[in-house]
């Protein structure tokens, strides 16, 4: 299967919107050709503004000095975008009845030793390829937003799928600079975003609780554990709240108390009064800015975060 160094020279990107023109200013960054499709009629124009804004930022995070900004080209057929891609990003809207018939197209179009990978936030493999000749070579590739900022790709394949490709699909993250992790069974979701969604349904359930308010508890994680988040995870966050007992010393000292709180965790019934108190909850703390001027500081702001970080994490 192609995904190692040197075999993918040409991407299909197929689906350009949000998710797909910051994978394709990521990929040219990194060297490689695309090939872009989407129906929309504004989509070229998207993506060469993506490309564009994103392109001093890529260079200055590990992009490659001979890299072409204008190497992509745009066609209306997913299937002219796949034809001669060593392989395919699909980043259409996540709705089954789109993507299968999609990958089917784009699957027809290719030699076998080509993986597909969607960037489907939750669909999973199995469903996505039941229209493909070869299932096998389809694999989720999750990015998270933006895909040219954020580090991690989630990698799994469906019930069909083949090691192969899911080995491909980590070796050419991976060559790209990417942090990619290996789901060794397909759930909904995928894993970070189940550990997002087991996060937030608490989050909802303290706010409907009226514990506190949604600034509140969002400096609950922003200005306290999140600030470790970023350098190591929950189970290494542990490992060193044992001192030097380690997660041995943490599990004896502080495993009842945990779990005395796992079992009071809530599951809140999200109805209009607690969507009313979120929504106003958000527009107080953001003093009603405009979401695109927040996503671009939290973007510049995670620039800095990755650059004092270094590439790897504790
Ligand atoms: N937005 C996020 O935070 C995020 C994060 C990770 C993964 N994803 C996943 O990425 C995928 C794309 O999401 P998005 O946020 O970029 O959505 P989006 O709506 O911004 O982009 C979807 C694009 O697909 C195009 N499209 C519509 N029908 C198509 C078709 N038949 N073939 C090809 N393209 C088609 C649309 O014109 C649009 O440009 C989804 O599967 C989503 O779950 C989204």
Same mark, same amino acid.
């Given at each position: 299967?192609?995904?190692?160094?040197?075999?993918?020279?040409?991407?299909?990107?197929?689906?350009?919107?949000?998710?797909?023109?910051?994978?394709?200013?990521?990929?040219?960054?990194?060297?490689?050709?695309?090939?872009?499709?989407?129906?929309?009629?504004?989509?070229?124009?998207?993506?060469?503004?993506?490309?564009?804004?994103?392109?001093?930022?890529?260079?200055?995070?590990?992009?490659?000095?001979?890299?072409?900004?204008?190497?992509?080209?745009?066609?209306?057929?997913?299937?002219?975008?796949?034809?001669?891609?060593?392989?395919?990003?699909?980043?259409?809207?996540? /709705?089954? =009845? *789109?993507?299968?018939? &999609?990958?089917? !197209?784009?699957? #027809? %179009? @290719?030699?076998?030793?080509? $993986?597909?990978?969607?960037?489907?936030?939750?669909?999973?493999?199995?469903?996505?390829?039941?229209?493909?000749?070869?299932?096998?070579?389809?694999?989720?590739?999750?990015?998270?937003?933006?895909?040219?900022?954020?580090?991690?790709?989630?990698?799994?394949?469906?019930?069909?799928?083949?090691?192969?490709?899911?080995?491909?699909?980590?070796?050419?993250?991976?060559?790209?600079?990417?942090?990619?992790?290996?789901? /060794?069974? =397909? *759930?909904?979701?995928? &894993?970070?975003? !189940?550990?997002? #969604? %087991? @996060?937030?349904?608490?989050? $909802?359930?303290?706010?409907?609780?009226?514990?506190?308010?949604?600034?509140?508890?969002?400096?609950?994680?922003?200005?306290?554990?999140?600030?470790?988040?970023?350098?190591?995870?929950?189970?290494?966050?542990?490992?060193?709240?044992?001192?030097?007992?380690?997660?041995?010393?943490?599990?004896?000292?502080?495993?009842?108390?945990?779990?005395?709180?796992?079992?009071?965790?809530?599951?809140?019934?999200?109805?209009?009064?607690?969507?009313?108190?979120?929504?106003?909850?958000?527009?107080?703390?953001?003093?009603?800015?405009?979401?695109?001027?927040?996503?671009?500081?939290?973007?510049?702001?995670?620039?800095?975060?990755?650059?004092?970080?270094?590439?790897?994490?504790?």
């Amino acid at each position: 299967m192609r995904g190692t160094a040197g075999t993918v020279g040409r991407v299909a990107v197929v689906g350009a919107g949000t998710i797909g023109a910051s994978w394709a200013a990521y990929f040219l960054s990194r060297g490689l050709r695309v090939a872009a499709s989407d129906p929309s009629p504004g989509a070229p124009d998207l993506l060469k503004r993506m490309i564009e804004n994103a392109w001093p930022i890529l260079m200055r995070l590990g992009g490659k000095a001979d890299a072409d900004p204008t190497a992509w080209t745009f066609h209306a057929d997913p299937a002219a975008a796949a034809e001669g891609a060593d392989f395919v990003q699909e980043n259409a809207p996540e /709705r089954l =009845e *789109v993507k299968q018939p &999609l990958l089917a !197209r784009i699957d #027809a %179009a @290719l030699p076998p030793d080509v $993986v597909i990978a969607s960037s489907t936030s939750g669909l999973l493999a199995s469903r996505l390829s039941e229209s493909c000749a070869h299932p096998e070579r389809v694999v989720i590739g999750h990015p998270f937003n933006p895909p040219h900022l954020i580090p991690l790709v989630e990698v799994v394949g469906g019930a069909k799928g083949s090691p192969e490709a899911v080995a491909a699909a980590m070796a050419f993250y991976r060559g790209i600079g990417k942090h990619p992790i290996e789901i /060794r069974k =397909e *759930v909904p979701g995928h &894993l970070a975003n !189940r550990l997002q #969604a %087991a @996060l937030w349904r608490e989050a $909802v359930h303290l706010v409907a609780e009226g514990v506190a308010s949604v600034a509140d508890v969002d400096a609950a994680i922003s200005e306290g554990p999140g600030l470790r988040w970023a350098l190591m995870g929950p189970h290494t966050t542990f490992h060193l709240a044992g001192g030097e007992g380690g997660m041995e010393h943490f599990l004896h000292h502080l495993l009842p108390a945990v779990t005395s709180w796992w079992s009071d965790l809530g599951n809140p019934a999200v109805d209009a009064e607690v969507q009313r108190a979120l929504v106003a909850g958000v527009a107080e703390k953001t003093g009603g800015a405009d979401t695109r001027e927040l996503a671009r500081r939290r973007d510049a702001a995670l620039v800095r975060l990755l650059e004092a970080r270094g590439p790897s994490a504790l």
